[in-house]
T-cell receptor, first 116, second 112 residues
């Protein structure tokens, strides 16, 4: 059973370009979370999605950032017109349907975004 | 906003010794979780303790939770060089499979 798959692992963009980060959750998982990690920091929540729905986007900047989790295919985190401050590691996590019990989140290895 | 605050920020011990890491948080929680992160990798879930539990064990790991003090500790017994990693506590406020709020982490180095 493959884990959470993120690609690309490393992404380099110039200021003003767009960055697209992909996340395929574990098989059978319908909840996807995106987090951002700056150097020497913990992870900061960005957005929580279920299939075709954004459940909580309270941690995502209102401008330039968007996320989707379509019925078919991976979840996408999209950053438009990137700036130097967007340089960070972006992690995706997934969890199964709760069924009444809290489920731990399973993390991918992240995408390291560097802005030139 | 930062919920979990771990201490110490860095810990260096000899193989075979025990490592104790602490986490404090600010608001009420449904559960608290500990994760490990190896350099350049994603987080690996270690253990989850619910707000109505006081202690939990998993292999060489022992976690305690004191909701009156809003604090938790992670004990790794008989440490190994392979335990070298960053450790994060994360709180879940709602228990509804929602977001986790992480601390800044503790860097543990285990010397062979």
């Amino acid at each position: 059973n493959a884990g959470v798959m993120q690609n690309p692992r490393h992404l380099v963009r110039r200021r003003g370009q767009e960055a697209r980060l992909r996340c395929s959750p574990m098989k059978g998982h319908s909840h996807v979370y995106w987090y951002r990690q700056l150097p020497e920091e913990g992870l900061k929540f960005m957005v929580y999605l279920q299939k075709e729905n954004i459940i909580d986007e309270s941690g995502m900047p209102k401008e330039r950032f968007s996320a989707e989790f379509p019925k078919e295919g991976p979840s996408i985190l999209r950053i438009q017109q990137v700036v130097r401050g967007d340089s960070a590691a972006y992690f995706c996590a997934s969890s199964p349907i709760g069924g009444g019990a809290v489920q731990p989140q399973h993390f991918g290895d992240g995408t390291r975004l560097s802005i030139l | 906003s930062q919920q979990g605050e771990e201490d110490p920020q860095a810990l260096s011990i000899q193989e075979g010794e025990n490592a104790t890491m602490n986490c404090s948080y600010k608001t009420s929680i449904n559960n608290l979780q500990w994760y490990r992160q190896n350099s350049g990798r994603g987080l690996v879930h270690l253990i989850l303790i619910r707000s109505n539990e006081r202690e939990k064990h998993s292999g060489r790991l022992r976690v305690t939770l004191d909701t009156s003090k809003k604090s938790s500790s992670l004990l790794i017994t008989a440490s190994r060089a392979a335990d070298t990693a960053s450790y994060f506590c994360a709180t879940d406020d709602s228990g509804a499979n929602s977001k986790l709020t992480f601390g800044k982490g503790i860097t543990l180095s285990v010397r062979p």
